[in-house]
């Protein structure tokens, strides 16, 4: 008998990033601290614009390829459990109180956790639990031979230039701080032998409607977004343009690309501008070259990343709390 951890997967079924980072923090913690791991995968998540799913069934496929990607391993099967504790963020002193109480107990108890961050942003490297077991799982997806490159993923939200987002603080960081960090790093020379740019971005470079699931209809109505006879308006947005200012790089902007492509775009980058999103943290995670992180992101930074108050970046942009 003994104490088990694991991602307590209907607490907050949103999006797939954010939910992959939860597993591969409690999956690091139960590494960390010899918790036996039972491994719960994504059973649903939050449709997004930049997915380009068509129905249910192209998001179900999409969950189980994420799922087939950060797939970990339990450390044995048990078909019932004396006791399970739901947790919905875990900290350290949490965590110490289970572990004094139920590591060497004779009933079997199960700790279900949704928020690994209070243990997992105190020692972020722990992360390295599971990047370095997915790295070595799927070695050949790691292992891209292309041009050096610089990737920037631009995250803004699909609604970010809406008018009744106006007049609420951003989630994301603006156009302004993207612009200073990729010349911050030409000025430090950062990426002077790089010649190629990629911007990942999930804006549209059409005017388009976007018909929706109705779960996430409901959320994109209780955002006081206008729905038109059940699509919401997605703007088109020149990405390319926005970033004309920038000169020395092959630039090519990724609208709403593929998920994975996206993914090993930022992991395998040689140098990677996250945005301030869960997405972005995943694949920097993964990442062994240069990462420029925002100080505002919310998740603690790593030893060898660059921060952006480190690179004298303006922080005063006014956001919702990371």
């Keep these: 008998m003994a104490l088990y951890l694991t991602y307590d997967n209907q607490a907050m079924q949103d999006g797939l990033g954010a939910q992959a980072l939860r597993i591969i923090g409690i999956y690091s913690i139960a590494r960390k601290y010899r918790i036996r791991y039972l491994h719960s995968p994504i059973l649903e998540t939050i449709e997004e614009f930049a997915h380009g799913i068509r129905d249910e069934k192209d998001l179900q ?127 430090m020379k950062l990426s002077s032998q790089i010649k190629k740019m990629i911007i990942h971005t999930d804006l549209s470079n059409t005017k388009t409607f976007w018909a929706p699931s109705r779960k996430r209809l409901e959320q994109n109505i209780s955002f006081g977004e206008k729905i038109i006879d059940g699509k919401v308006l997605v703007p088109r947005n020149d990405v390319l343009m926005m970033f004309s200012s920038i000169h020395g790089f092959d630039l090519e902007v990724k609208y709403c690309a593929d998920f994975f492509e996206t993914f090993f775009d930022m992991v395998n980058a040689d140098v990677l501008i996250i945005s301030r999103s869960a997405f972005s943290y995943l694949a920097a995670l993964f990442n062994t070259n240069l990462v420029i992180y925002p100080s505002s992101h919310g998740h603690a930074k790593l030893d060898y990343w660059l921060s952006s108050n480190s690179l004298g970046l303006d922080q005063t942009y006014e956001l919702i709390p990371g």
Excluded at 150 to 178: E, I, N, S, W
């Design 61 to 187: 496929c999409l969950v189980n390829r994420t799922n087939e990607l950060f797939d970990l391993p339990t450390y044995s099967n048990v078909d019932s459990f004396d006791l399970e504790i739901k947790v919905h963020n875990l900290n350290l002193r949490l965590l110490v109180r289970m572990l004094l109480r139920y590591k060497f107990s004779r009933k079997s108890v199960l700790l279900k956790v949704c928020l690994p961050f209070g243990v997992m942003d105190k020692d972020p490297s722990s992360y390295e639990h599971a990047t370095d077991y997915i790295r070595k799982k799927h070695g050949s997806l790691f292992k891209v031979s292309r041009e050096e490159q610089v990737v920037v993923h631009f995250r803004m939200g699909y609604g970010q230039t809406t008018a009744v987002l106006k007049h609420v603080k951003p989630r994301f960081l603006p156009l302004d701080y993207f612009i200073s960090a990729i010349q911050k790093m030409s000025e």
